[in-house]
Nanobody
């Protein structure tokens, strides 16, 4: 079992930057593909970014391409989401998730495929 704890959220002005972190418990972190999702008030949770077990493959939703970067440090059991040039529409609760995968290079964009979720961290972008 994996426990995930997000941190790094907060209030930021439009055009600014923020880095989210997600720390995972356990010694099997490298066996999990990881993802970031977000949920704005009144909206469904949506995919933001994903990274493969090995870290060599990433994928993003179109609205964040070129602005957000997902990365992982398997030695630290941590996945990151670097958010640059943020916009008010990025305001949401951000969640990290873990999906156990055999393939080292697969990214997972489907919400229901993920086995474990963190509690979320709030990101608010002011205009």
């Amino acid at each position: 079992q994996v426990q995930l704890v997000e941190s790094g959220g907060g209030l930021v002005q439009a055009g600014g930057s923020l880095r989210l972190s997600c720390a995972a418990s356990g010694r099997t972190f490298r066996e999990y593909a990881m993802g970031w999702f977000r949920q704005a008030p009144g909206k469904e949770r949506e995919f933001v970014a994903a990274i493969s077990r090995s870290g060599d493959s990433t994928s993003y939703t179109d609205s964040v391409k070129g602005r957000f970067t997902i990365s992982r440090d398997n030695a630290k059991n941590t996945v990151y989401l670097q958010m640059n040039n943020v916009k008010p529409e990025d305001t949401a609760v951000y969640y990290c998730a873990a999906d156990r995968r055999i393939s080292p290079s697969t990214t997972v964009q489907i919400l229901n495929a993920y086995d474990y979720w963190g509690q979320g961290t709030q990101v608010t972008v002011s205009s």
